[in-house]
Structure formats: structure tokens, C-alpha cells
């Protein structure tokens, strides 16, 4: 019904930015709240940010605030994950999910991505 596409990661070193992009298709999907995830070798998924389609709600993990933004493009379809002042504890794969509601439980996620990955050199 929803299929996302996650773009965009790569190494780069401390202190870089790196914009994702998670192109989104299917039927309806303005229904949805668009979210980013991590996950690091070893642990467990975990929000980063949140974003409805109306930018009306946007939510960010407190690991994150400050230094990521999201943002939609609604004409193109995607959402995008501005990461700046990047650190080493950022390196993970990242995931863009759509949920019917909006969370930071990876578990209210309908649908996922396949993930980007993000390596930060130290």
C-alpha cells in the first residue's frame, strides 16, 4: 500500500552534515505520520524524529534535538532528515516508517523503508 525509499547516508566525518531522503508511494499516503529510525549494530531501533505531512506535528528525539530537522516536500512525495554537527553515536542505519498516528513507538509503524546507512568517523 505504502512503499519508502530511503537515500542519502554515507560516511562522513564528526561534525558533517548529510541530508536523508525517504521518497514515499502507494495509495493515501497523506493518512499517514511520517517517522525516522535508527539502529545501531547491536541495538535496538530507536526514534529519531517524527513528521505529519501537514508539518503540523514534529516531533525529535532529545539525542537529536538542535541538530536534525525534518522536513516534507509534498509535491515530490518525500520527507527528508537534515542531520548536522554529526558525532560518531549517530552512526547507525537509518529507516523512514509511516504510522497512522504519530509516536515515537517503532511498534505504531505500518510501514518501513529498507534503511540508509550513516557512518560518522570519529
Known amino acids: 500500500q505504502v512503499q519508502l525509499v530511503e537515500s542519502g547516508g554515507g560516511l562522513v566525518q564528526t561534525g558533517d552534515s548529510l541530508r536523508l531522503s525517504c521518497a514515499a508511494s502507494?495509495?493515501?499516503?497523506?493518512?499517514?505520520?511520517m517517522g525516522w529510525f535508527r539502529q545501531a549494530p547491536g541495538k535496538e531501533r530507536e526514534f529519531v524524529a517524527a513528521?505529519?505531512?501537514?508539518?503540523?506535528?514534529?516531533d525529535y528525539a532529545d539525542s537529536v534535538k538542535g541538530r536534525f530537522t525534518s522536513t516534507t516536500d509534498n509535491a515530490k512525495n518525500t520527507v527528508y532528515l537534515h542531520m548536522n554537527s554529526l558525532k560518531p553515536e549517530d552512526t547507525a542505519d537509518y529507516y523512514c516508517a509511516a504510522s497512522l498516528i504519530a509516536s515515537r513507538n517503532k511498534d505504531e509503524y505500518i510501514f518501513w523503508g529498507r534503511g540508509t546507512r550513516v557512518t560518522v568517523s570519529s
Open positions: 513528521i505529519s505531512w501537514s508539518r503540523v506535528t514534529i
Open positions: 502507494g495509495r493515501t499516503t497523506s493518512r499517514y505520520v
